[in-house]
């Protein structure tokens, strides 16, 4: 178990911003994509892309820069473009194809490539502040698409404190000190969630920055799947992926799994065990290992712990529970309520394909101390 991934959370060490030449033409398109949405140009500029590059050579941060602008420029393509056809051409699906294969997950916009490897200091000689990170990538771009996503990269930066405290009290030390550090930093988490509302308008977000995330599973736009123009694999049979959530995020069931959080089974914890495909692998593997850890270790390691430890892990499970009634409620306010009056978007689906307002409750009610 890779456990030292939780000393420097999931947000990359190295991130890749420009593409080598041979990519200058995907770069060019990418940046310019606000633009090309905006005047309806996405097919046509899509056309004029080298049909295939060679991926061969790219290293694991240039890999995942490919990852991201394949996915925004594919997401482009399927939901900015005029007609109704469910093809994505050969120009972007066949490297898209290659690189999702080289990363093991699928070609489909993620968590992983939408928020984690898509930031930037703004002012690299001043430390990381939510206010000194910029977006890389957008679709249509403005402050709300911005921030919502910069909330996310604020979290994950923050998640690092948290998880390496848990990590050692559990692993390591077994220091009380540890788990007054990662209430500390929970709270920190909590704080952040609580600003999405200062530059992300629920209106603008239901209507400009939640359709491009869209994918193609449960979708009503996409009944029967999209079709990977050119790709051998797939046999031009259409594929079925979830599209980019939050839910694709590590933090929350790696929290779960060392505070001994469990959920029933229930159509959203299926959702969630699947979102595991779309995490980076070794997020993944992690996730898995320590599951398997909490359900036989666990108990031997919380056995000989003290009330004040149990009462210090029961102040972090409450800010745990916090955050997902929070989620639950921005869930309600940027989807639900705007689904209500707007007929642009698809109602009370997730993103992700899921009917979420029911099972997001009964998780929160299950995020409760277990009985360690």
């Given at each position: 178990?890779?456990?030292?991934?939780?000393?420097?959370?999931?947000?990359?060490?190295?991130?890749?911003?420009?593409?080598?030449e041979a990519f200058s033409d995907v770069e060019k398109l990418a940046a310019e994509l606000p633009k090309v949405l905006a005047n309806e140009q996405i097919e046509s500029r899509i056309l004029l892309l080298e049909v295939e590059k060679n991926i061969n050579d790219l290293s694991k941060p240039q890999l995942e820069r490919a990852m991201l602008i394949y996915s925004y420029i594919g997401h482009a393509f399927m939901w900015g473009k005029k007609n109704n056809e469910n093809?994505?051409?050969?120009?972007?699906?066949k490297t898209w194809f290659k690189i999702s294969q080289k990363l093991e997950r699928p070609p489909i916009l993620s968590y992983a490539s939408y928020a984690l490897n898509n930031w930037k200091m703004l002012d690299s000689s001043r430390s990381f502040d939510l206010e000194n990170i910029v977006i890389v990538q957008n679709f249509l771009g403005g402050v709300d698409e911005d921030w919502f996503i910069m909330i996310h990269v604020a979290i994950e930066h923050e998640a690092k404190e948290i998880l390496s405290s848990l990590k050692q009290y559990f692993f390591d030390s077994g220091d009380k000190n540890n788990l007054e550090e990662a209430l500390i930093s929970i709270k920190k988490i909590n704080a952040i969630m609580n600003r999405m509302p200062e530059k992300c308008d629920p209106f603008i977000y239901y209507n400009r920055v939640r359709p491009y995330i869209f994918g193609w599973k449960n979708n009503p736009t996409t009944p029967d799947g999209v079709v990977y123009e050119g790709v051998d694999e797939y046999n031009n049979e259409p594929?079925?992926?979830?599209?980019?959530?939050?839910?694709q995020s590590s933090i929350v069931p790696i929290l779960d799994a060392l505070l001994g959080v469990t959920h029933s089974d229930d159509p959203l914890k299926e959702y969630l065990d699947e979102m595991r495909l779309y995490m980076p692998k070794e997020h993944r593997d992690l996730l898995n290992d320590l599951d398997s850890w909490s359900q036989t270790e666990r108990k031997n390691v919380v056995a000989d712990i003290d009330d004040e430890d149990k009462n210090l892990i029961a102040q972090i499970i409450k800010e745990v529970h916090i955050f997902r009634n929070k989620h639950l409620e921005y869930?309600?306010?940027?989807?639900?309520?705007?689904?209500?009056t707007n007929d642009s978007n698809s109602n009370i689906v997730g993103t992700g394909g899921t009917p979420f307002m029911k099972y997001l409750d009964k998780h929160l009610q299950e995020t409760v101390p277990s009985n360690d």
């Open positions: 178990m890779n456990l030292d991934i939780l000393n420097q959370g999931f947000i990359p060490k190295d991130i890749c911003l420009e593409l080598p093809i994505i051409p050969a120009q972007i699906a594929q079925i992926f979830r599209g980019e959530t939050g839910a869930a309600r306010i940027y989807i639900y309520e705007q689904s209500l």
